[in-house]
């Protein structure tokens, strides 16, 4: 195969230090195009931006790194790349390396995994990746692992409407486990506001809370990465529950 | 029962006709609460706000409608009404009525969604109502179909994880022609970007496009809008793609 091209975008904004390790590493096997939000975009979900136009600045940073940095969201990132900034369509599109992990009932929050969802829905192989971690700089497990699942999906493809979302655990390379191939699990995030009053007597809300995870088994994903394993979860938006059509026409019948 | 406890919300913001009409509509089987965005917030996704504190502010308008605007998303709006702002876990989210149709791929876009999602992530029978039209003010059959289908919801239940995403027909109430239980269908926003050029001499870029929905099937929520028929998905957020795991699974252990 001729240098395939590979598209970066990320959700914690062009100057984060995830997408530049993900740089670093897939120019290690392809010719890549960095295009990414300008500013954090962390838990933006699925949004696009229609009401407002987008700005798109060329970046030059040191080392070499350069792109594109969007007045928009992960997924406007994604769309502009591919409609209009690059000549053609990448062979591949990677978005991360995310700080913090996407995994169970988080995933639909994520930043990070709408822009690989947008990759795919523009029927590019698309790949999410994050680091289980806030604070971590030790991306060099990360790295290979970008590159082992960037190679695999360039060779196998993946099927339509699905992506890749790979989560990898915090720690030194030679403490990873290895991979599993992973579901979506039931990790969320259990909520609540704290109430407080700002210098002008004004009400306001902070959104807090902590992540929960009792599942068990290796084959879900915040499970597999406890226990330092890469987890891959193969995830599509087909988001139709087949098993209760037959149950729900019936009602409707019956009224 | 006694009056079901009903939380109204949306995303086109507390001031837009359709959640006066959602208002109407479920003021007639319960006691009601509305809590939405202070303003509009269409194509959010699932996003919420986690680097801003949120503002909650009463809202009395004419007519009796009363409510609170939240200085959020509509996914922040449901956590935050049932975490702080309701005495009780209301018996029923219903999100609406949506300007514009909530169909096919888009489904992932959609604020209107994403607030009945967060409803059903927080254990509550949930549903998401959307007109298909941008421009009318004839609510009366999506008032009628909230009303059944909330009476339906509140009888039966719906699965752990599954919302009811419902799209009424942009018609007179007597050329509905019925009710479609159907799958979310292929229907895409085939988008493209406009350059333009600011009075500064600066680019930018303005998205447009148009739908593209080529279903021919009346089990497809488009087609079966287009037929004017009220089409009702059962949809969840379960994204593992079960049948590709298998083979993901082989590829890794060969390696």
């Not at 009401?51 to 790194?65: T, W």
């Not at 990677?94 to 829905?121: C, D, K, L, P």
């Not at 196998?156 to 979302?165: I, Q, S």
């Not at 929960?212 to 988001?239: C, Q, T, W």
């Amino acid at each position: 195969m001729k240098n395939p091209k590979i598209l970066i975008t990320n959700d914690d904004g062009i100057f984060a230090p995830g997408i530049r390790a993900l740089w670093e590493a897939m120019s290690e096997i392809g010719d890549v195009t960095v295009v990414a939000p300008n500013t954090e975009q962390s838990a933006v979900g699925h949004a696009i931006t229609i009401s407002d136009p987008l700005r798109v600045v060329p970046v030059k940073r040191s080392g070499g790194f350069e792109g594109f940095s969007v007045s928009g969201t992960p997924a406007d990132c994604a769309k502009i790349a591919i409609k209009s900034i690059l000549m053609q369509k990448p062979d591949l599109v990677i978005s991360g390396i995310n700080s913090g992990a996407n995994i169970g009932t988080n995933i639909i929050y994520s930043g990070t995994v709408s822009a690989a969802t947008e990759g795919t829905m523009l029927g590019i192989p698309s790949i999410a990746i994050s680091l289980d971690s806030y604070e971590s700089d030790e991306y060099r497990g990360a790295k290979q692992a970008a590159i082992n699942i960037a190679k695999h999906v360039l060779r196998f493809g993946v099927p339509k409407g699905t992506l890749l979302n790979v989560n990898v655990p915090y720690c030194l390379p030679q403490e990873i486990n290895g991979v599993k191939i992973t579901r979506q699990g039931h990790q969320y995030f259990k909520d609540e506001f704290e109430k407080r009053t700002d210098p002008h007597g004004r009400t306001y809300y902070w959104m807090k809370g902590k992540i929960i995870d009792e599942d068990e088994s290796l084959e879900m994903d915040g499970k597999a990465v406890r226990e330092n394993y890469i987890s891959i979860s193969p995830i599509h938006f087909s988001v139709t529950n087949e098993s209760y059509m037959g149950e729900l026409k019936s009602h409707f019948l019956n009224e």
